[in-house]
Protein backbone atom coordinates (compact mmCIF):
# COMPACT_ATOMS: atom_id res chain seq x y z
CA UNK A 1 0.00 0.00 0.00
CA UNK A 2 2.49 2.40 1.26
CA UNK A 3 4.69 2.15 -2.56
CA UNK A 4 1.73 3.31 -4.03
CA UNK A 5 1.00 6.31 -1.90
CA UNK A 6 3.77 9.02 -3.41
CA UNK A 7 2.13 7.94 -6.89
CA UNK A 8 -1.26 9.05 -5.52
CA UNK A 9 -0.05 12.15 -4.07
CA UNK A 10 1.42 12.78 -7.02
CA UNK A 11 -1.84 12.18 -9.50
CA UNK A 12 -4.07 14.59 -6.55
CA UNK A 13 -1.35 17.34 -6.98
CA UNK A 14 -1.85 17.55 -10.51
CA UNK A 15 -5.24 17.68 -10.11
CA UNK A 16 -6.02 20.59 -8.01
CA UNK A 17 -2.59 22.70 -9.47
CA UNK A 18 -4.50 22.81 -13.13
CA UNK A 19 -7.22 24.47 -12.35
CA UNK A 20 -5.46 25.97 -9.19
CA UNK A 21 -2.73 27.97 -12.00
CA UNK A 22 -6.07 28.77 -14.44
CA UNK A 23 -7.47 30.64 -11.19
CA UNK A 24 -4.64 32.56 -10.47
CA UNK A 25 -3.71 33.36 -14.22
CA UNK A 26 -7.36 34.99 -14.40
CA UNK A 27 -7.17 36.28 -11.32
CA UNK A 28 -4.04 38.19 -11.31
CA UNK A 29 -3.62 38.48 -15.01
CA UNK A 30 -6.80 38.96 -16.91
CA UNK A 31 -7.72 42.40 -16.39
CA UNK A 32 -11.68 41.01 -16.18
CA UNK A 33 -12.65 43.84 -13.21
CA UNK A 34 -11.92 46.87 -15.84
CA UNK A 35 -14.24 45.50 -18.87
CA UNK A 36 -17.56 47.13 -18.84
CA UNK A 37 -19.03 44.25 -20.32
CA UNK A 38 -18.11 41.56 -22.92
CA UNK A 39 -21.47 41.23 -24.23
CA UNK A 40 -24.60 42.85 -23.78
CA UNK A 41 -25.88 38.82 -22.77
CA UNK A 42 -24.19 40.07 -19.73
CA UNK A 43 -26.18 42.75 -18.56
CA UNK A 44 -29.26 40.62 -19.37
CA UNK A 45 -28.21 37.40 -17.92
CA UNK A 46 -26.86 39.97 -14.85
CA UNK A 47 -30.79 41.82 -15.24
CA UNK A 48 -32.52 38.80 -14.81
CA UNK A 49 -31.03 37.58 -11.94
CA UNK A 50 -31.44 41.37 -10.44
CA UNK A 51 -35.20 40.83 -10.69
CA UNK A 52 -35.43 37.00 -9.75
CA UNK A 53 -33.28 38.17 -6.16
CA UNK A 54 -35.63 40.95 -6.08
CA UNK A 55 -38.53 38.19 -5.95
CA UNK A 56 -40.03 38.73 -9.46
CA UNK A 57 -41.03 35.13 -10.97
CA UNK A 58 -39.02 33.72 -13.89
CA UNK A 59 -40.63 32.91 -17.37
CA UNK A 60 -44.36 34.17 -15.66
CA UNK A 61 -42.92 37.66 -15.25
CA UNK A 62 -39.29 37.92 -16.65
CA UNK A 63 -39.06 36.82 -20.21
CA UNK A 64 -36.44 34.39 -20.28
CA UNK A 65 -35.33 31.87 -23.42
CA UNK A 66 -32.58 29.85 -21.45
CA UNK A 67 -32.94 27.33 -18.71
CA UNK A 68 -32.92 28.35 -15.30
CA UNK A 69 -30.12 27.24 -13.62
CA UNK A 70 -27.98 29.30 -14.47
CA UNK A 71 -30.31 32.31 -13.77
CA UNK A 72 -30.86 31.12 -10.07
CA UNK A 73 -26.83 30.92 -9.38
CA UNK A 74 -26.46 34.27 -10.61
CA UNK A 75 -29.36 35.46 -7.72
CA UNK A 76 -27.78 33.90 -5.30
CA UNK A 77 -24.36 35.70 -5.46
CA UNK A 78 -26.45 38.84 -5.53
CA UNK A 79 -28.19 37.91 -2.62
CA UNK A 80 -25.02 37.81 -1.03
CA UNK A 81 -22.21 39.90 -2.57
CA UNK A 82 -24.68 42.56 -4.01
CA UNK A 83 -24.72 44.00 -7.78
CA UNK A 84 -21.22 43.11 -7.98
CA UNK A 85 -20.08 42.00 -11.82
CA UNK A 86 -17.01 40.96 -10.73
CA UNK A 87 -18.72 38.54 -7.95
CA UNK A 88 -20.84 36.84 -10.87
CA UNK A 89 -17.86 36.74 -13.47
CA UNK A 90 -16.06 34.96 -10.79
CA UNK A 91 -18.42 32.12 -10.46
CA UNK A 92 -18.29 31.64 -14.02
CA UNK A 93 -14.69 31.37 -13.61
CA UNK A 94 -14.93 29.06 -11.12
CA UNK A 95 -17.16 26.63 -13.24
CA UNK A 96 -14.37 27.19 -16.33
CA UNK A 97 -11.49 25.57 -13.35
CA UNK A 98 -14.18 23.01 -12.88
CA UNK A 99 -14.19 22.47 -16.41
CA UNK A 100 -11.03 22.19 -16.41
CA UNK A 101 -10.71 19.80 -13.83
CA UNK A 102 -12.98 17.40 -15.23
CA UNK A 103 -11.29 17.50 -18.71
CA UNK A 104 -7.92 16.75 -16.93
CA UNK A 105 -9.21 13.95 -14.62
CA UNK A 106 -11.02 12.71 -17.63
CA UNK A 107 -8.13 12.66 -20.08
CA UNK A 108 -5.53 11.38 -17.14
CA UNK A 109 -7.62 8.30 -17.35
CA UNK A 110 -7.72 7.26 -20.90
CA UNK A 111 -4.35 8.75 -22.02
CA UNK A 112 -2.45 9.89 -19.07
CA UNK A 113 -0.74 12.91 -17.39
CA UNK A 114 0.93 14.10 -19.74
CA UNK A 115 -1.77 14.42 -22.65
CA UNK A 116 -3.80 15.83 -20.03
CA UNK A 117 -1.59 18.74 -19.39
CA UNK A 118 -1.43 19.47 -23.18
CA UNK A 119 -4.88 19.12 -23.50
CA UNK A 120 -6.20 21.52 -20.86
CA UNK A 121 -3.44 23.87 -22.23
CA UNK A 122 -4.97 23.53 -25.43
CA UNK A 123 -8.13 23.81 -23.82
CA UNK A 124 -6.53 27.21 -22.57
CA UNK A 125 -5.17 28.42 -25.95
CA UNK A 126 -8.40 28.19 -27.55
CA UNK A 127 -10.28 31.08 -29.11
CA UNK A 128 -12.79 33.19 -26.94
CA UNK A 129 -12.06 30.54 -24.19
CA UNK A 130 -9.99 32.80 -21.62
CA UNK A 131 -13.10 35.56 -22.46
CA UNK A 132 -16.05 33.26 -21.92
CA UNK A 133 -14.43 32.02 -18.99
CA UNK A 134 -15.02 35.32 -17.04
CA UNK A 135 -17.74 36.94 -18.85
CA UNK A 136 -21.31 36.31 -17.21
CA UNK A 137 -23.18 34.18 -19.93
CA UNK A 138 -24.44 30.58 -19.40
CA UNK A 139 -22.37 29.04 -22.35
CA UNK A 140 -19.51 27.79 -20.57
CA UNK A 141 -20.98 26.76 -17.18
CA UNK A 142 -23.25 24.62 -19.07
CA UNK A 143 -20.26 22.95 -20.85
CA UNK A 144 -18.24 22.55 -17.62
CA UNK A 145 -21.06 20.14 -16.03
CA UNK A 146 -21.03 18.58 -19.63
CA UNK A 147 -17.65 17.29 -18.77
CA UNK A 148 -18.28 16.70 -15.76
CA UNK A 149 -21.03 14.24 -16.96
CA UNK A 150 -18.11 12.51 -19.40
CA UNK A 151 -16.29 12.08 -16.32
CA UNK A 152 -18.08 10.34 -14.37
CA UNK A 153 -19.03 8.22 -17.21
CA UNK A 154 -15.38 7.45 -17.94
CA UNK A 155 -15.21 6.33 -14.49
CA UNK A 156 -18.18 4.22 -14.49
CA UNK A 157 -16.48 2.45 -17.45
CA UNK A 158 -13.40 2.14 -15.68
CA UNK A 159 -14.66 1.15 -12.13
CA UNK A 160 -18.45 -0.25 -13.51
CA UNK A 161 -19.97 1.32 -10.13
CA UNK A 162 -23.39 2.21 -10.67
CA UNK A 163 -22.96 5.58 -8.53
CA UNK A 164 -20.85 7.06 -11.61
CA UNK A 165 -23.69 6.35 -13.80
CA UNK A 166 -26.27 8.07 -11.77
CA UNK A 167 -23.46 11.17 -10.77
CA UNK A 168 -23.15 11.44 -15.15
CA UNK A 169 -26.66 11.39 -15.34
CA UNK A 170 -27.21 14.24 -12.81
CA UNK A 171 -24.34 16.28 -13.92
CA UNK A 172 -25.94 16.24 -17.55
CA UNK A 173 -28.91 17.65 -16.83
CA UNK A 174 -27.87 20.22 -14.82
CA UNK A 175 -25.73 20.86 -18.00
CA UNK A 176 -29.00 21.16 -19.54
CA UNK A 177 -30.96 22.92 -17.00
CA UNK A 178 -28.15 25.37 -17.80
CA UNK A 179 -28.05 25.38 -21.72
CA UNK A 180 -30.33 23.56 -23.23
CA UNK A 181 -28.18 22.64 -26.64
CA UNK A 182 -25.77 20.79 -24.69
CA UNK A 183 -29.23 17.78 -24.16
CA UNK A 184 -27.60 15.94 -27.51
CA UNK A 185 -25.25 14.61 -25.15
CA UNK A 186 -27.63 12.31 -23.65
CA UNK A 187 -27.89 10.04 -26.91
CA UNK A 188 -24.69 9.89 -27.12
CA UNK A 189 -24.06 8.71 -23.79
CA UNK A 190 -26.93 6.22 -24.09
CA UNK A 191 -25.59 4.85 -26.70
CA UNK A 192 -21.68 4.75 -25.96
CA UNK A 193 -22.89 2.51 -22.34
CA UNK A 194 -24.83 0.18 -24.24
CA UNK A 195 -21.91 -0.61 -26.42
CA UNK A 196 -20.12 -0.82 -23.62
CA UNK A 197 -21.97 -3.25 -21.56
CA UNK A 198 -21.95 -4.89 -25.16
CA UNK A 199 -17.87 -5.40 -25.15
CA UNK A 200 -17.89 -6.58 -21.97
CA UNK A 201 -20.74 -9.10 -21.68
CA UNK A 202 -20.28 -10.39 -25.65
CA UNK A 203 -19.53 -14.18 -24.34
CA UNK A 204 -22.49 -13.87 -21.67
CA UNK A 205 -24.95 -11.52 -23.12
CA UNK A 206 -28.29 -11.35 -21.80
CA UNK A 207 -30.89 -8.64 -21.85
CA UNK A 208 -31.08 -7.75 -18.59
CA UNK A 209 -27.41 -7.03 -18.33
CA UNK A 210 -26.98 -4.94 -21.38
CA UNK A 211 -30.22 -2.97 -21.05
CA UNK A 212 -29.85 -1.88 -16.95
CA UNK A 213 -26.93 0.38 -17.03
CA UNK A 214 -28.57 2.40 -20.05
CA UNK A 215 -32.04 2.73 -18.22
CA UNK A 216 -30.27 3.51 -14.71
CA UNK A 217 -28.47 6.51 -16.75
CA UNK A 218 -31.71 7.86 -18.53
CA UNK A 219 -34.39 7.44 -15.76
CA UNK A 220 -31.86 9.67 -13.49
CA UNK A 221 -31.56 12.15 -16.36
CA UNK A 222 -34.87 12.42 -17.23
CA UNK A 223 -36.05 12.46 -13.37
CA UNK A 224 -33.69 14.90 -12.81
CA UNK A 225 -34.28 16.78 -15.71
CA UNK A 226 -38.20 16.77 -15.49
CA UNK A 227 -38.37 17.62 -11.79
CA UNK A 228 -36.11 20.38 -12.11
CA UNK A 229 -37.89 21.77 -15.74
CA UNK A 230 -41.40 21.59 -13.53
CA UNK A 231 -39.60 23.47 -10.25
CA UNK A 232 -37.87 26.04 -12.24
CA UNK A 233 -40.03 26.46 -15.50
CA UNK A 234 -43.18 24.95 -15.50
CA UNK A 235 -45.03 22.87 -18.38
CA UNK A 236 -46.73 26.52 -19.53
CA UNK A 237 -43.32 28.44 -20.04
CA UNK A 238 -41.25 25.53 -22.13
CA UNK A 239 -42.79 27.18 -25.22
CA UNK A 240 -41.15 30.76 -23.95
CA UNK A 241 -37.50 28.34 -23.82
CA UNK A 242 -38.21 27.05 -27.12
CA UNK A 243 -40.03 29.26 -29.75
CA UNK A 244 -36.64 31.89 -30.39
CA UNK A 245 -34.44 29.58 -30.95
CA UNK A 246 -36.89 27.91 -33.38
CA UNK A 247 -37.86 30.82 -35.12
CA UNK A 248 -34.59 32.26 -35.04
CA UNK A 249 -33.99 29.48 -37.99
CA UNK A 250 -36.24 31.04 -40.36
CA UNK A 251 -34.76 34.65 -40.25
CA UNK A 252 -33.05 35.66 -43.40
CA UNK A 253 -30.46 37.88 -41.70
CA UNK A 254 -29.02 35.10 -39.28
CA UNK A 255 -29.44 32.75 -42.27
CA UNK A 256 -27.85 34.35 -45.17
CA UNK A 257 -24.88 36.09 -42.89
CA UNK A 258 -22.12 33.98 -42.81
CA UNK A 259 -19.94 35.31 -39.68
CA UNK A 260 -23.54 33.31 -37.51
CA UNK A 261 -21.30 30.00 -39.43
CA UNK A 262 -20.25 27.52 -37.25
CA UNK A 263 -17.62 26.95 -40.36
CA UNK A 264 -16.91 30.87 -40.03
CA UNK A 265 -16.48 30.60 -36.10
CA UNK A 266 -13.94 27.20 -36.45
CA UNK A 267 -11.75 29.02 -39.75
CA UNK A 268 -8.93 29.33 -37.45
CA UNK A 269 -8.74 26.53 -35.67
CA UNK A 270 -8.59 24.06 -38.93
CA UNK A 271 -5.14 22.47 -37.44
CA UNK A 272 -6.55 22.01 -34.19
CA UNK A 273 -9.44 19.70 -36.14
CA UNK A 274 -7.08 17.93 -38.10
CA UNK A 275 -5.22 17.24 -35.01
CA UNK A 276 -8.13 16.07 -33.04
CA UNK A 277 -9.27 13.65 -36.34
CA UNK A 278 -5.38 11.97 -36.37
CA UNK A 279 -5.37 11.88 -32.51
CA UNK A 280 -8.38 9.64 -32.61
CA UNK A 281 -6.81 7.57 -34.87
CA UNK A 282 -3.90 6.87 -32.92
CA UNK A 283 -6.25 6.41 -29.87
CA UNK A 284 -8.75 3.60 -31.88
CA UNK A 285 -5.32 1.97 -33.14
CA UNK A 286 -3.92 1.81 -29.44
CA UNK A 287 -7.71 0.17 -28.88
CA UNK A 288 -9.12 3.35 -26.45
CA UNK A 289 -12.20 3.07 -27.00
CA UNK A 290 -13.21 5.84 -24.73
CA UNK A 291 -12.32 8.06 -27.15
CA UNK A 292 -15.75 7.32 -28.95
CA UNK A 293 -17.16 9.74 -26.92
CA UNK A 294 -15.46 13.18 -27.70
CA UNK A 295 -14.93 11.73 -31.21
CA UNK A 296 -18.76 11.58 -31.60
CA UNK A 297 -19.30 14.73 -29.47
CA UNK A 298 -17.68 17.02 -31.85
CA UNK A 299 -18.88 15.22 -34.84
CA UNK A 300 -22.63 15.42 -33.78
CA UNK A 301 -21.94 19.08 -32.10
CA UNK A 302 -20.43 20.23 -35.58
CA UNK A 303 -23.44 18.53 -37.47
CA UNK A 304 -25.79 20.02 -35.43
CA UNK A 305 -24.47 23.67 -35.22
CA UNK A 306 -24.06 23.29 -39.39
CA UNK A 307 -27.68 23.39 -39.84
CA UNK A 308 -28.31 25.98 -37.01
CA UNK A 309 -28.35 29.63 -37.34
CA UNK A 310 -27.39 32.02 -35.90
CA UNK A 311 -23.84 30.49 -34.32
CA UNK A 312 -22.14 32.53 -31.93
CA UNK A 313 -18.70 32.35 -30.11
CA UNK A 314 -19.86 30.65 -27.37
CA UNK A 315 -21.07 27.81 -29.92
CA UNK A 316 -18.00 26.78 -31.08
CA UNK A 317 -16.77 25.19 -27.87
CA UNK A 318 -19.40 22.40 -28.42
CA UNK A 319 -16.86 22.04 -30.93
CA UNK A 320 -13.32 22.69 -30.08
CA UNK A 321 -13.36 21.42 -26.37
CA UNK A 322 -13.99 17.93 -27.74
CA UNK A 323 -11.18 18.71 -30.68
CA UNK A 324 -8.95 19.48 -28.03
CA UNK A 325 -9.12 16.13 -25.83
CA UNK A 326 -8.45 14.46 -29.07
CA UNK A 327 -5.72 16.52 -30.11
CA UNK A 328 -3.80 15.96 -26.90
CA UNK A 329 -3.21 12.53 -27.64
CA UNK A 330 -2.08 13.37 -30.78
CA UNK A 331 0.78 16.45 -29.58
CA UNK A 332 2.16 13.53 -27.49
CA UNK A 333 2.64 11.34 -30.10
CA UNK A 334 4.33 14.09 -32.06
CA UNK A 335 6.68 14.90 -29.46
CA UNK A 336 7.53 11.25 -30.10
CA UNK A 337 8.32 11.33 -33.31
CA UNK A 338 10.58 14.27 -32.48
CA UNK A 339 12.52 12.13 -30.12
CA UNK A 340 12.54 9.69 -32.69
CA UNK A 341 13.94 12.13 -35.35
CA UNK A 342 16.66 12.95 -32.63
CA UNK A 343 17.53 9.75 -32.35
CA UNK A 344 17.54 8.64 -36.28
CA UNK A 345 15.56 5.78 -35.51
CA UNK A 346 12.64 7.05 -37.45
CA UNK A 347 10.47 4.26 -39.72
CA UNK A 348 8.48 5.32 -42.79
CA UNK A 349 5.41 2.95 -41.22
CA UNK A 350 2.00 3.98 -41.22
CA UNK A 351 2.55 5.77 -37.28
CA UNK A 352 5.31 7.61 -38.85
CA UNK A 353 3.21 9.21 -41.74
CA UNK A 354 0.59 9.87 -38.75
CA UNK A 355 3.22 11.66 -36.94
CA UNK A 356 4.25 13.51 -39.61
CA UNK A 357 0.21 14.60 -40.79
CA UNK A 358 0.39 15.85 -36.33
CA UNK A 359 3.69 17.85 -36.87
CA UNK A 360 2.56 19.63 -39.76
CA UNK A 361 -0.94 20.37 -38.07
CA UNK A 362 1.01 21.82 -34.71
CA UNK A 363 3.25 23.93 -37.58
CA UNK A 364 0.23 25.43 -38.96
CA UNK A 365 -1.68 25.83 -35.17
CA UNK A 366 1.25 27.98 -34.15
CA UNK A 367 2.46 29.46 -36.78
CA UNK A 368 -0.48 30.87 -39.03
CA UNK A 369 -3.00 30.62 -35.98
CA UNK A 370 -4.73 34.16 -36.15
CA UNK A 371 -5.88 34.55 -33.09
CA UNK A 372 -3.56 36.18 -30.52
CA UNK A 373 -5.31 35.12 -27.32
CA UNK A 374 -4.95 34.28 -24.50
CA UNK A 375 -1.75 35.88 -24.47
CA UNK A 376 -2.33 39.56 -26.29
CA UNK A 377 -5.83 39.55 -23.26
CA UNK A 378 -3.21 39.10 -19.94
CA UNK A 379 -1.31 41.81 -18.50
CA UNK A 380 2.65 41.42 -18.17
CA UNK A 381 2.29 42.46 -14.71
CA UNK A 382 0.11 40.95 -11.70
CA UNK A 383 -2.53 43.30 -10.31
CA UNK A 384 -3.86 41.79 -6.69
CA UNK A 385 -6.38 44.79 -6.80
CA UNK A 386 -8.70 45.93 -9.41
CA UNK A 387 -9.15 50.07 -10.80
CA UNK A 388 -11.33 51.56 -11.53
CA UNK A 389 -13.38 50.40 -14.88
CA UNK A 390 -12.17 51.27 -18.21
CA UNK A 391 -15.05 53.03 -19.49
CA UNK A 392 -14.08 55.67 -21.83
CA UNK A 393 -15.67 58.89 -21.72
CA UNK A 394 -18.72 58.15 -23.73
CA UNK A 395 -19.60 55.19 -21.30
CA UNK A 396 -18.60 56.99 -18.12
CA UNK A 397 -20.96 60.05 -19.21
CA UNK A 398 -23.79 57.63 -19.44
CA UNK A 399 -23.63 55.84 -16.48
CA UNK A 400 -22.49 58.54 -14.39
CA UNK A 401 -25.80 60.66 -15.63
CA UNK A 402 -28.05 57.30 -15.13
CA UNK A 403 -26.64 57.22 -11.19
CA UNK A 404 -26.75 60.65 -11.08
CA UNK A 405 -30.92 60.44 -11.01
CA UNK A 406 -30.88 56.46 -9.56
CA UNK A 407 -32.54 57.94 -6.14
CA UNK A 408 -35.45 59.00 -8.72
CA UNK A 409 -35.46 55.97 -10.43
CA UNK A 410 -37.81 53.35 -10.22
CA UNK A 411 -37.61 51.45 -13.85
CA UNK A 412 -35.31 51.82 -16.51
CA UNK A 413 -36.11 50.63 -20.06
CA UNK A 414 -33.29 49.94 -21.93
CA UNK A 415 -31.86 47.57 -24.57
CA UNK A 416 -28.23 48.31 -22.62
CA UNK A 417 -29.07 46.54 -19.65
CA UNK A 418 -25.34 46.24 -17.90
CA UNK A 419 -25.58 49.89 -17.56
CA UNK A 420 -28.71 49.49 -15.37
CA UNK A 421 -27.61 47.06 -13.62
CA UNK A 422 -24.16 48.35 -12.81
CA UNK A 423 -26.39 51.73 -11.44
CA UNK A 424 -28.68 49.72 -9.73
CA UNK A 425 -31.52 49.93 -11.15
CA UNK A 426 -34.03 47.51 -12.61
CA UNK A 427 -35.76 47.39 -16.14
CA UNK A 428 -39.39 45.81 -16.61
CA UNK A 429 -39.16 42.27 -16.49
CA UNK A 430 -40.87 42.26 -19.70
CA UNK A 431 -37.85 43.25 -21.29
CA UNK A 432 -35.05 41.77 -19.17
CA UNK A 433 -33.81 40.05 -22.55
CA UNK A 434 -33.66 42.71 -25.30
CA UNK A 435 -31.73 40.28 -27.15
CA UNK A 436 -31.20 41.19 -31.21
CA UNK A 437 -32.75 37.20 -31.58
CA UNK A 438 -35.94 38.36 -29.90
CA UNK A 439 -36.36 41.47 -31.69
CA UNK A 440 -35.74 39.34 -34.99
CA UNK A 441 -38.01 37.01 -34.47
CA UNK A 442 -40.78 39.10 -33.89
CA UNK A 443 -40.99 37.87 -30.19
CA UNK A 444 -40.44 42.32 -29.50
CA UNK A 445 -41.92 44.30 -31.52
CA UNK A 446 -41.89 48.14 -31.30
CA UNK A 447 -45.46 48.18 -30.59
CA UNK A 448 -44.74 46.29 -27.48
CA UNK A 449 -42.20 48.03 -26.81
CA UNK A 450 -44.41 51.11 -26.58
CA UNK A 451 -46.42 49.62 -24.57
CA UNK A 452 -44.36 48.81 -21.83
CA UNK A 453 -42.66 52.59 -21.60
CA UNK A 454 -46.52 53.43 -21.51
CA UNK A 455 -47.27 50.83 -18.84
CA UNK A 456 -44.44 51.16 -16.22
CA UNK A 457 -43.30 55.29 -17.15
CA UNK A 458 -39.92 54.37 -16.68
CA UNK A 459 -37.62 57.59 -15.07
CA UNK A 460 -34.96 56.60 -17.67
CA UNK A 461 -35.04 55.28 -20.90
CA UNK A 462 -31.19 54.40 -22.25
CA UNK A 463 -32.15 53.25 -26.72
CA UNK A 464 -28.75 52.91 -28.17
CA UNK A 465 -29.04 49.06 -30.54
CA UNK A 466 -32.07 49.04 -32.04
CA UNK A 467 -34.39 51.96 -33.90
CA UNK A 468 -38.14 52.31 -33.30
CA UNK A 469 -39.22 55.46 -34.42
CA UNK A 470 -42.67 55.05 -32.39
CA UNK A 471 -41.11 55.36 -29.66
CA UNK A 472 -38.27 58.02 -29.91
CA UNK A 473 -41.99 60.02 -31.23
CA UNK A 474 -43.30 59.28 -27.60
CA UNK A 475 -40.25 60.02 -25.80
CA UNK A 476 -39.50 63.22 -27.61
CA UNK A 477 -43.23 64.74 -25.77
CA UNK A 478 -42.26 62.65 -22.51
CA UNK A 479 -38.93 62.78 -22.10
CA UNK A 480 -35.85 65.18 -22.54
CA UNK A 481 -32.57 64.10 -23.62
CA UNK A 482 -29.78 64.34 -21.54
CA UNK A 483 -26.86 62.68 -23.60
CA UNK A 484 -26.43 61.20 -26.68
CA UNK A 485 -23.53 59.50 -28.47
CA UNK A 486 -23.55 57.90 -31.84
CA UNK A 487 -27.10 55.80 -31.55
CA UNK A 488 -26.84 55.83 -28.14
CA UNK A 489 -28.90 58.48 -26.45
CA UNK A 490 -30.42 58.88 -23.04
CA UNK A 491 -33.53 60.30 -21.84
CA UNK A 492 -34.86 61.55 -18.47
CA UNK A 493 -38.76 61.74 -17.51
CA UNK A 494 -39.91 65.21 -18.34
CA UNK A 495 -40.69 65.70 -14.39
CA UNK A 496 -37.30 64.39 -12.75
Known amino acids: MDEHRPWRLNSNFWQLAVPLAFLLIVVFFFPSRTRFEFSTDEGMELMK ?24 LLAGVIHFFGYKVGAARF ?22 STTALIGVLLIFLLPKYLILSAAVMAGLPGLSLAICSLLALTLWHLRCKPIWLALSAIALSLSVLIKLITGFLAVIFVLGIVAGEYARYKGDLNWRKLLVPPALWSAVFAGFTLLGGLLLVGPANVPQLLE ?13 NVALTINWHLKNVIPLLILALVGALFSL ?3 RWLVLYPLAWMVAAYGLLYFHSPVWDHHQLLVTIPATILAASAVVEAAGLLLQIIRSHLRPNTNGLLRIAVLISLAATFFTFRYQEPISLLSPLPAISASDLELGPDKEA ?6 KFAPQTEWVVTDLPMYAFRAGLPVPPELAVFSLKRVETGNLDEVEVLAIVIQYLPEQVLIGRFEFPALEKYLAENYRLIEIKDKVKLYVRNDL
Not at 50 to 72: A, G, K, N, V
Not at 398 to 403: C, T
Open 91 to 112: LVVLLSCLLLWAAFHSMRLVWG
Open 49 to 72: AMLLEREYSLYSEIWSDQPPLFTH
Open 398 to 403: FLRKMI
Open 285 to 287: QAK
Open 244 to 256: THLFAENVEGFRD
